[in-house]
Nanobody, 116 residues
């Protein structure tokens, strides 16, 4: 069982930055790929970024490439999402996710609001 808790969300002006954290407990995530997703009001949840278990491979949705950076610290059992040059369209609840074989774990989400 993996318990994920996101933090670091908040209200920021367009062009600003935030760093989200996803702290895992209950089991180590060091061997798991991790991802960030987001869901804006009235929209479906969408993929944002992912990182492999060692941290050497990262993947981004086109709309965040060059602005967001996903990273991990396996010693701290934590995954991060550094978000720069934020835009109003980045406003959403951001969720951390991992899905080992046969399972799918989500955090409760953290709200990010970008004002214009």
């Amino acid at each position: 069982q993996v318990h994920l808790v996101e933090s670091g969300g908040g209200l920021v002006q367009a062009g600003g930055s935030l760093r989200l954290s996803c702290a895992a407990s209950g089991s180590t995530i060091s061997s798991l790929a991790m991802g960030w997703f987001r869901q804006a009001p009235g929209k479906e949840r969408e993929f944002v970024a992912a990182i492999n278990w060692l941290g050497g491979d990262t993947y981004y949705w086109d709309s965040v490439k060059g602005r967001f950076t996903i990273s991990r610290d396996n010693a701290k059992n934590t995954v991060y999402l550094q978000m720069n040059s934020l835009k109003p369209e980045d406003t959403a609840v951001y969720y951390c996710n991992t899905n080992p074989p046969g399972k799918d774990y989500w955090g409760q989400g953290t709200q990010v609001t970008v004002s214009s």
